[in-house]
């Protein structure tokens, strides 16, 4: 659901960006939600169902083993931080040694860290236009160099690995997409060669 833009009193003097900022950091939400500042809205959204969390999960562990011997590792349920943005990728892959690339306040990764994000894609038009459009402009305005997102809902299951991001356009310039079942590799970063395969996104859909 989206959150209405309600701010301080002494909002008129701030600027949208900041006033977002500062109604996101006092929001307290219940357990089983999270907050997001995705183009100019506040959206709050709840974890997601077992199938997504069994992607992740076997997406997580297949990643930790790819990383075990390097200077990086997989987060989630932690903010990623760019210009008064706030996001929270179900899973992202940035240094594992974090102090020196949070946020001041503490309250997440500056953008500029992370490497690679995915999102698992949850049902509903609104989700989906979150994921597909929304967050894949988001990502490429932040120079996040991959973005992954492992789709149920589109056709019968897609896989879609982003990269070469263009900032000033707001997109990622190319593109692999391939079905559940056919594997992918990551082309770049300390994630490269890392394959999603049939055993981590399940069989292609009926």
């Known amino acids: 659901m989206e959150v209405p833009e309600a701010m301080p009193e002494d909002v008129p003097s701030l600027g949208l ?38 992607v992740i999960n076997r997406l997580r562990r ?14 989630h349920d932690w903010n990623v931080i760019h210009e008064r943005k706030a996001w929270v990728p179900d899973l992202f ?18 953008a500029s860290a992370v490497k690679l994000v995915v999102e698992v894609v949850s049902p509903g038009h609104e989700n989906q236009q979150r994921d597909r459009v929304r967050k894949r402009r988001a990502y490429a305005r932040a120079g996040i160099p991959v973005y992954v997102l492992i789709d149920d809902h589109d ?7 982003l990269t070469s991001p263009s900032p000033g356009e707001e ?5 692999i997409r391939v079905p559940y079942g056919t594997e992918v590799q990551i082309p770049e970063g300390p994630v490269k060669g890392f394959a999603i395969t049939e055993d981590i996104t399940g069989p292609r859909l009926a």
Not at 93 to 110: I, Q
Request: charged content about 25%; proline content about 4%.
């Open 17 to 54: 960006d900041e006033a977002l900022w500062q109604a996101w950091k006092s929001l307290e939400l219940p357990e089983g939600y999270h907050a997001e500042i995705v183009e100019g809205f506040i959206e709050v959204s709840p974890t997601g169902r077992a199938s997504h969390a069994r």
């Open 62 to 75: 297949a990643l930790e083993r790819h990383l075990e011997s390097s200077e990086y590792a997989v987060h």
């Open 93 to 110: 892959v940035a240094p594992e040694d974090d102090e020196e690339f949070l946020t001041e306040d503490g309250l997440g990764f500056t």
């Open 155 to 161: 056709n019968h299951g897609t896989v879609t690995v």
């Open 171 to 175: 997109t990622y310039a190319a593109a």
